[in-house]
């Protein structure tokens, strides 16, 4: 179960204030077509991450945050690509959002904005799906009852991934 590790991603995300917009605090690294790469170090700890945004997203008209998918890893706590995503909206209490790679489908499990896969084996199988695959669709249900749906080019997932193993020993 990956609930301790996400829990990291979420306080350190939180504390740092790591948004690729206006990322102060984490160095950003390189980009890769859609996907760009960042660094975080706070004391003897380092954190390396790829992010995008989505391509698409549905409802137009629903009003929220920036959305924000993340690959990350620690070197220091034995965690590598870790995916998390920040919705942009509280997702309602129970539900269980998914992450849909071709045919692959994968559920996830919520945390206020932030949706995470549940076990190592399932996150390991996704992300290789990703580097095989052209889009990522995570499906959600919000705080509010709105099923919504964002799209995620995966063009330059594999390079970026590559550089985080690299950048992140």
Not at 46 to 74: E, G, I
Not at 113 to 118: G, K, Q, S, Y
Request: a positive charge; proline letters at 4%.
């Amino acid at each position: 179960m990956r609930k301790t590790s996400a829990f990291v991603t979420v306080a350190l995300f939180v504390f740092a204030g790591i948004l690729p917009a206006s990322a102060q605090t984490a160095q950003f690294r390189q980009r890769f077509k859609d996907w760009s790469t960042y660094t975080f170090s706070n004391g003897p700890g380092k954190l390396c991450f790829a992010v995008t945004q989505p391509k698409d997203f549905l409802p137009k008209s629903l009003k929220r945050d920036d959305v924000y998918l993340y690959v990350s890893s620690w070197p220091g706590d034995g965690v590598t690509n870790e995916l998390s995503v920040k919705i942009g909206y509280s997702f309602k209490k129970g539900s269980t959002p998914t992450a849909t790679v071709g045919a692959d489908v994968f559920q996830l499990f919520t945390d206020g904005d932030r949706a995470f896969v549940e076990s190592v084996t399932q996150e390991a199988r996704l992300i290789d799906a990703m580097r095989r695959g052209a889009k990522l669709v995570i499906k959600g249900l919000s705080a509010g009852g709105q099923q919504t749906t964002d799209v995620f080019s995966l063009s330059g997932i594999t390079a970026a991934l590559g550089h985080i193993k690299q950048i992140c020993k």
